[in-house]
C-alpha cells in the first residue's frame, strides 16, 4: 500500500486535527497542501480527490476519504501501534467518544465558524457586519461552550466525557476552538473566560500533543498577528483594505466563506464577493 | 439480561431510524415512548437519561447513550448477528459510511429538518410560521438532495457509496428524507422530482426494511393526513389536536 497522502490547509481546523494525529501517533504520511485561498480546492485534481471539493482529505491505497472525523476514525483503526486512548475498542468508551463527535457539528463547530466570520473577517476587510448572523452565531458558541463545561467536562478527568487522557474528538475540538485566536482579544477574552473547564482543556490537549500542535498552529498565529495589524490600522484610519496584506486577509476570508456552505448561502452579501473571488481565481488560473 | 431501552419519539427521524434498525435486527428493547409534542423530553426524568433531552436515547444496563448515529454503531457493533452490511467490518468500508453519517448533520438534517419545521410543522406544534428560515433550510435541502444524487449515490448499487445493501447511513438519511412526506403534494414533487435516483433509493430502503419501515412510519403518516385535513378546512383557525380524531391509514 503506498504511503498515506494527506491533503490539508492549515487554516483549517480539521485539517489541523487530522495533521496532529498523524504526527502525534508516528503515522508516516505525505502532507499536500491544499491552499483554499488560492482555489486549489476547486482543481480538477483534487475534485477527484474529495468531490464536494473541501479539505482534509486522505488517500490511502485504494480509499479517497473525507471528513475529518471519519478520517481519524479510520487511521486510528488502521494503523498499528495507535495507543487506545484515541479511540477505545471498548465499545461504551467508544460510542461516548463518537457522541460528542456527532454533536460537534451542529454545536461548537457551527458556533464558532460562524461567529468568526461574521465578527472578524467581515469587519477586517471593511465590509458590513451582519448583527443577526454574528449574534445567532454567538448564541450557538456560547452555547456550546456552557454544554462543554456543564456536561462534556464533567468529572476530574480533564478530558471529555470523563477522560484522563485525550480521544480523537478532543482534539478534534480543540482544533475548532483555537480559530477563535483570530478574535479580538478583548471578545475572545469575553466568550472564553467563564469557562475554567474549557480553558484548562485546551490546555490539557495543547500538551498532551505538543511539540506538534503548536507546529501545526504556527499558520494561525501568523495570521492573528495580521488581524491584529488591520484592526490597528483601520482603528486609525477608518479605510478599508489596500494593500497586500489586506488581500491576504481577503483570501482568509475565502477560505472560511467556502468552508461552509451554510455561511455562504445565507450571507448575501460575502455571499457575492466569495462569488467574486472565486471567479477572479478561475480567471487567474486561465 | 436486562433489554435494551429505546427511547423515541416516532414523529423524531433520528428516533425512526434507530427504532426501524432494531426490529430489522431481532435486537430485543423495550419502546419508551417520549412525546415532544406533550414537551415529555423536558422532564427531569427524561433529562436523567439524556442531559441534552433529545431523542433517541438508549440505556444498555447502566450505559446512557445519546445521539442516533452513535447509537446505530453501538448496537451495530455491540450485538451479535448483524449482517456485515449495515456496518461493515472492513476499515476502508466502514470510513466510507461514517463519512456519509458525518455529512448528514450539516447538509441534509440541517435542510429537511428546519425546511418542515419552518413550512408545515410548526402549526401542528403551536408554533409560528417562519418563511425566512424555511427559505434558507430549503436551499440547503436542494444543495444535500443534488449532492446525494450526483456523488452519494453514484456506482451500481441501489445504496449509498454504490453499495448493494443497505447500512446504517442509509437508514438514517431516508428516515430523515421520509419527513418530507409532511410536505403538500406540490411541494414534494418539485424538491424530489428531479432527483429519481434519490426516489429509487428510499423505496429500496423502504423494500430491504419491510414490513417495520413502514409500522415505524405510521404515526408521520397520520400527522401528514391531519395537515392535509387541516389545510382543507383552513378558515377555522382553530388548530386541531392531533391525537383525538382516528383516520384511516392510506398505506
Same mark, same amino acid.
Given at each position: 500500500?503506498?504511503?498515506?497522502?494527506?491533503?490539508?490547509?492549515?487554516?483549517?481546523?480539521?485539517?489541523?486535527?487530522?495533521?496532529?494525529?498523524?504526527?502525534?501517533?508516528?503515522?508516516?504520511?505525505?502532507?499536500?497542501?491544499?491552499?483554499?485561498?488560492?482555489?486549489?480546492?476547486?482543481?480538477?485534481?483534487?475534485?477527484?480527490?474529495?468531490?464536494?471539493?473541501?479539505?482534509?482529505?486522505?488517500?490511502?491505497?485504494?480509499?479517497?476519504?473525507?471528513?475529518?472525523?471519519?478520517?481519524?476514525?479510520?487511521?486510528?483503526?488502521?494503523?498499528?501501534?495507535?495507543?487506545?486512548?484515541?479511540?477505545?475498542?471498548?465499545?461504551?468508551?467508544?460510542?461516548?467518544?463518537?457522541?460528542?463527535?456527532?454533536?460537534?457539528?451542529?454545536?461548537?463547530?457551527?458556533?464558532?465558524?460562524?461567529?468568526?466570520?461574521?465578527?472578524?473577517?467581515?469587519?477586517?476587510?471593511?465590509?458590513?457586519?451582519?448583527?443577526?448572523?454574528?449574534?445567532?452565531?454567538?448564541?450557538?458558541?456560547?452555547?456550546?461552550?456552557?454544554?462543554?463545561?456543564?456536561?462534556?467536562?464533567?468529572?476530574?478527568?480533564?478530558?471529555?466525557?470523563?477522560?484522563?487522557?485525550?480521544?480523537?474528538?478532543?482534539?478534534?475540538?480543540?482544533?475548532?476552538?483555537?480559530?477563535?485566536?483570530?478574535?479580538?482579544?478583548?471578545?475572545?477574552?469575553?466568550?472564553?473566560?467563564?469557562?475554567?473547564?474549557?480553558?484548562?482543556?485546551?490546555?490539557?490537549?495543547?500538551?498532551?500533543?505538543?511539540?506538534?500542535?503548536?507546529?501545526?498552529?504556527?499558520?494561525?498565529?501568523?495570521?492573528?498577528?495580521?488581524?491584529?495589524?488591520?484592526?490597528?490600522?483601520?482603528?486609525?484610519?477608518?479605510?478599508?483594505?489596500?494593500?497586500?496584506?489586506?488581500?491576504?486577509?481577503?483570501?482568509?476570508?475565502?477560505?472560511?466563506?467556502?468552508?461552509?456552505?451554510?455561511?455562504?448561502?445565507?450571507?448575501?452579501?460575502?455571499?457575492?464577493?466569495?462569488?467574486?473571488?472565486?471567479?477572479?481565481?478561475?480567471?487567474?488560473?486561465? | 439480561?436486562?433489554?435494551?431501552?429505546?427511547?423515541?419519539?416516532?414523529?423524531?427521524?433520528?428516533?425512526?431510524?434507530?427504532?426501524?434498525?432494531?426490529?430489522?435486527?431481532?435486537?430485543?428493547?423495550?419502546?419508551?415512548?417520549?412525546?415532544?409534542?406533550?414537551?415529555?423530553?423536558?422532564?427531569?426524568?427524561?433529562?436523567?437519561?439524556?442531559?441534552?433531552?433529545?431523542?433517541?436515547?438508549?440505556?444498555?444496563?447502566?450505559?446512557?447513550?445519546?445521539?442516533?448515529?452513535?447509537?446505530?454503531?453501538?448496537?451495530?457493533?455491540?450485538?451479535?448477528?448483524?449482517?456485515?452490511?449495515?456496518?461493515?467490518?472492513?476499515?476502508?468500508?466502514?470510513?466510507?459510511?461514517?463519512?456519509?453519517?458525518?455529512?448528514?448533520?450539516?447538509?441534509?438534517?440541517?435542510?429537511?429538518?428546519?425546511?418542515?419545521?419552518?413550512?408545515?410543522?410548526?402549526?401542528? @406544534?403551536?408554533?409560528? %410560521?417562519? &418563511?425566512?428560515? #424555511?427559505?434558507?433550510?430549503?436551499?440547503?435541502? =436542494?444543495?444535500? !438532495?443534488?449532492? $446525494?444524487?450526483?456523488?452519494?449515490?453514484?456506482?451500481?448499487?441501489?445504496? @449509498?457509496?454504490?453499495? %448493494?445493501? &443497505?447500512?446504517? #447511513?442509509?437508514?438514517?438519511?431516508?428516515?430523515? =428524507?421520509?419527513? !418530507?412526506?409532511? $410536505?403538500?403534494?406540490?411541494?414534494?414533487?418539485?424538491?424530489?422530482?428531479?432527483?429519481?435516483?434519490?426516489?429509487?433509493?428510499?423505496?429500496?430502503?423502504?423494500?430491504?426494511?419491510?414490513?417495520?419501515?413502514?409500522?415505524?412510519?405510521?404515526?408521520?403518516?397520520?400527522?401528514?393526513?391531519?395537515?392535509?385535513?387541516?389545510?382543507?378546512?383552513?378558515?377555522?383557525?382553530?388548530?386541531?389536536?392531533?391525537?383525538?380524531?382516528?383516520?384511516?391509514?392510506?398505506?
Amino acid at each position: 500500500m503506498g504511503k498515506l497522502k494527506v491533503y490539508a490547509d492549515r487554516m483549517s481546523q480539521p485539517s489541523r486535527a487530522v495533521l496532529i494525529f498523524c504526527r502525534i501517533s508516528g503515522i508516516d504520511f505525505e502532507e499536500i497542501k491544499v491552499d483554499i485561498s488560492k482555489g486549489q480546492h476547486l482543481s480538477p485534481d483534487f475534485t477527484e480527490v474529495n468531490p464536494l471539493q473541501k479539505v482534509p482529505a486522505i488517500v490511502h491505497g485504494s480509499l479517497k476519504l473525507f471528513e475529518s472525523h471519519a478520517i481519524l476514525v479510520y487511521l486510528a483503526s488502521a494503523f498499528t501501534g495507535i495507543a487506545d486512548h484515541w479511540y477505545p475498542t471498548e465499545l461504551s468508551r467508544r460510542a461516548k467518544i463518537n457522541s460528542v463527535m456527532d454533536w460537534h457539528h451542529s454545536n461548537l463547530r457551527n458556533g464558532a465558524v460562524n461567529y468568526v466570520i461574521n465578527t472578524t473577517l467581515a469587519p477586517a476587510l471593511g465590509r458590513q457586519l451582519n448583527p443577526k448572523a454574528a449574534t445567532e452565531a454567538e448564541n450557538v458558541l456560547l452555547s456550546s461552550l456552557k454544554t462543554l463545561e456543564d456536561i462534556w467536562l464533567n468529572g476530574d478527568g480533564g478530558f471529555l466525557c470523563n477522560g484522563i487522557q485525550p480521544s480523537l474528538a478532543d482534539l478534534s475540538m480543540v482544533c475548532e476552538l483555537m480559530q477563535l485566536e483570530v478574535l479580538d482579544e478583548r471578545d475572545r477574552s469575553r466568550i472564553l473566560s467563564p469557562y475554567k473547564k474549557v480553558l484548562q482543556w485546551i490546555e490539557n490537549t495543547r500538551t498532551a500533543t505538543n511539540p506538534h500542535f503548536e507546529e501545526v498552529h504556527n499558520i494561525l498565529y501568523r495570521a492573528k498577528k495580521k488581524f491584529e495589524q488591520q484592526r490597528a490600522r483601520t482603528a486609525e484610519t477608518r479605510t478599508g483594505p489596500s494593500n497586500k496584506v489586506d488581500e491576504h486577509l481577503d483570501s482568509i476570508c475565502v477560505i472560511w466563506m467556502q468552508s461552509q456552505d451554510k455561511v455562504v448561502l445565507t450571507e448575501g452579501n460575502l455571499c457575492k464577493r466569495q462569488e467574486n473571488l472565486t471567479a477572479d481565481t478561475h480567471q487567474r488560473k486561465k | 439480561m436486562l433489554k435494551v431501552k429505546v427511547y423515541a419519539d416516532r414523529m423524531s427521524q433520528p428516533s425512526r431510524a434507530v427504532l426501524i434498525f432494531c426490529k430489522v435486527n431481532g435486537i430485543e428493547f423495550d419502546e419508551i415512548k417520549v412525546e415532544i409534542s406533550k414537551r415529555q423530553q423536558l422532564s427531569p426524568e427524561f433529562a436523567d437519561i439524556n442531559p441534552f433531552k433529545k431523542l433517541p436515547a438508549i440505556v444498555d444496563g447502566r450505559f446512557k447513550l445519546f445521539e442516533s448515529h452513535a447509537i446505530l454503531i453501538y448496537l451495530a457493533s455491540a450485538f451479535p448477528g448483524i449482517p456485515d452490511h449495515w456496518y461493515p467490518a472492513d476499515l476502508s468500508r466502514r470510513a466510507r459510511v461514517h463519512s456519509v453519517l458525518d455529512w448528514h448533520h450539516l447538509n441534509l438534517r440541517h435542510g429537511a429538518a428546519p425546511f418542515v419545521l419552518h413550512t408545515v410543522l410548526a402549526p401542528v @406544534l403551536g408554533l409560528p %410560521l417562519n &418563511p425566512q428560515a #424555511a427559505a434558507e433550510a430549503e436551499k440547503i435541502l =436542494i444543495s444535500s !438532495l443534488s449532492k $446525494l444524487e450526483n456523488i452519494w449515490l453514484k456506482g451500481n448499487g441501489r445504496y @449509498l457509496l454504490g453499495g %448493494l445493501r &443497505p447500512s446504517i #447511513a442509509d437508514l438514517s438519511l431516508v428516515c430523515e =428524507i421520509m419527513q !418530507l412526506e409532511l $410536505l403538500d403534494e406540490k411541494d414534494q414533487e418539485r424538491i424530489l422530482g428531479p432527483h429519481k435516483k434519490v426516489q429509487q433509493w428510499i423505496e429500496s430502503t423502504r423494500d430491504a426494511t419491510r414490513p417495520h419501515f413502514d409500522e415505524v412510519h405510521k404515526v408521520l403518516y397520520k400527522v401528514k393526513e391531519i395537515i392535509r385535513a387541516k389545510k382543507s378546512n383552513q378558515g377555522d383557525g382553530v388548530m386541531q389536536s392531533r391525537t383525538k380524531t382516528p383516520l384511516a391509514s392510506k398505506m
